[in-house]
């Protein structure tokens, strides 16, 4: 008898027929003889119908009232999903996130987990209960309720895990598990059956959106057992943990893209002492993050740089530039958009020489120019222009050994909250 | 300054361009100097949308889960409110009824109020803010969430009044006030001023729909005062206090009228001791409220009774009378429907003589027969043929100079929750 978190996104959930599939698929493991714990997200759009609804009201709302306000939907959700759950003859439990003991920091929107007491939760399982956990959200020391902020469920999930020690955490979604790179460019893409946190933790922050990154990130820091599988088959899935064997012969584990992506070049930047602090001092006070950044040789005093921003925050980035104009001079700032960043991932990366050399080859094999590269032991990424994408990724694939035979399994839309 | 109570029902606010105008009337009285605390119910038809979704799950949802359930639609109202004040440039804070202190029975669906604890409501007054607390709903001493049943967001209202002793509770509704009688079937009914707690009380009971009786007792116990008033117009209202006093020689204050009544005759029954307890206690076992009770004399060892219930428990009320028939044998049972139940109720009666005897009188003279009739110190209900009911209510309300020169505001259909 294991003890199993069940999480599933709101698109699992989109309608009352597919809850009920839900909930059978909740019950088949309760009748392994697993004790469950399953959290969920709200049903399909509520939460875009909530905000909807608050910006008639107020286009500028208190955070404070917004997450009082999103809150309702997983709470609508867990109500459901436990009638469902009773509907087939077995005894569930809701819970909103401060029932199930969830603490968060005192900030609203995008809280993190401060602790967890899960008293209510065993009791609720040693009385024999599904228990079902309002994903997304937590309360405070002082009562006040929070929500976690995108892929706020996966965190949720992950963290129940951890404080209950569960034996597996298991994230429901479209798609079949993670796979080598995005199913829908790359037909002959590879289903993982592994993968190590830190190769999901790239792939996650690099575009692939089955995972939210500050899921994954907890799962590594509590050694958490992370399955990712499909909500609509009974596949295996993807087991994420600690230390992934590699497969025979291959190296990089996922190719991922990401084409939010803008470049900002400040050329003939005077090179003094400090300067590249003050610039993305500015950068990170004004709450751009800032990726990769590149910075060319020193000619005649001056230096140039270049790095990327998400496209939303290029405009905010350049005006934050030239508002320090007087403190960091420079004589020419330009960007650029309609970019990808095209990144392999592998644990393994570290003791294969060449591997990078392997994808720069491939990429210009394609007639595409690389405009910026970023290493790291288990990644490379390179940034290019966004056409021809779909080729480019294809033949990374090819060249790292990643295709199969067999067609991927490709669901609908992704939901990561 | 006072410390006001305002309570907006689900129609007051049913769309987000209504919840600003109850925005602005709140921030018109916290502009006049006073602390205020607002109460209110789900938008519209929230609570009807969740339970349809319900049902679409599971035709019979555990209670404890409906009332996770349902209390979203509170809890959305609060917040979309709060914004809406924020909007004004007001300070706000929304609470779930758990945050807000309210402590009921662990009962789920119709709890009742067992404690409040408002130190949160006054830090948070103490701290300049408009505080609004979701109606209809509480948390038990172990963490559950409840609802109060019908009339609840009216009970979390006053409680919440007598909790922080508040000057005054306001509930708004879509009517100007309490009337003489309903101002649909009687033009020339007249808004009262003033009504003591048992009128408004028999009042309630008897099908005024304005207010619920469970929140006037409630208003009794704690002596709470009570304003109804309009939240479209700036009417004064009608203020429900201890004792009120009579208007120059007006002895009754309100005529009301109950169509959701059927009578049951049980012809010949055997009159031994205790048949009237078998009787009546069988009913009571099986959840059946009787209302008038009314015994024929004894002759050749047998009696008739005869009793009103609701309509909707009539069928069941016969089913239980025949099932016990071997411990209460009778001769007939027989029952009736089209009826109505028409009373007038006036604390003054009791002390004027004659004021029964001029309502047998009005309603002889509209050729209509009374079939029952139960009296009390403050009220006397006949129940008659349900048509022509206009007509008997229009001639008491003459009988007893309540009739005004001044056509009343009607409202559109009135919200209890």
Known sequence: MSLIVMKFGGSSVGTTERMGRVAQRIVDQKLQGHRVVVVVSAMGDTTDDLIDKSK???????????DMLLTTGEQISVALLSMAIHKLGHNAKSYTGWQAGIVTEAVHAKARISDISPDRIFKALDDSQIVIVAGFQGMTEDGEITTLGRGGSDTTAVALAAAIKADVCEIYTDVDGIYSTD???????????????????ELAHLGAAVLHPRAVEYAKNYNVNLVVRSSFSQNPG??????????????????????????????GVVDVPGVLASMFGALAAEGIDVDIIVQSGVSNGTADFSFTVALSDRANAIRVIESIKSKVPFSELTYEENLVKVSIVGAGMVSNPGVAATMFDAISKQGVSIKMVSTSEIKCSCVIAA???????????????????VAAFVGGPQDRR
């Open 56 to 66: 008639e009201i107020n286009d500028n709302p208190p955070a404070r009232e917004m």
């Open 183 to 201: 199913p829908r460019v790359v037909k002959c893409a590879r289903k993982l059956d592994v993968i190590s946190y830190d190769e999901m933790l």
């Open 238 to 267: 993807t087991l994420v943990k600690e230390e992934a064997e590699m497969e025979q012969g291959i190296v990089v584990r996922g190719i991922a893209f990401d084409k939010n992506v803008a470049r900002i070049s400040v050329l």
């Open 387 to 405: 056409e021809p994408l779909q080729d480019v990724v294809r033949a990374l694939h090819t060249a790292y050994g990643l295709d199969t035979e």
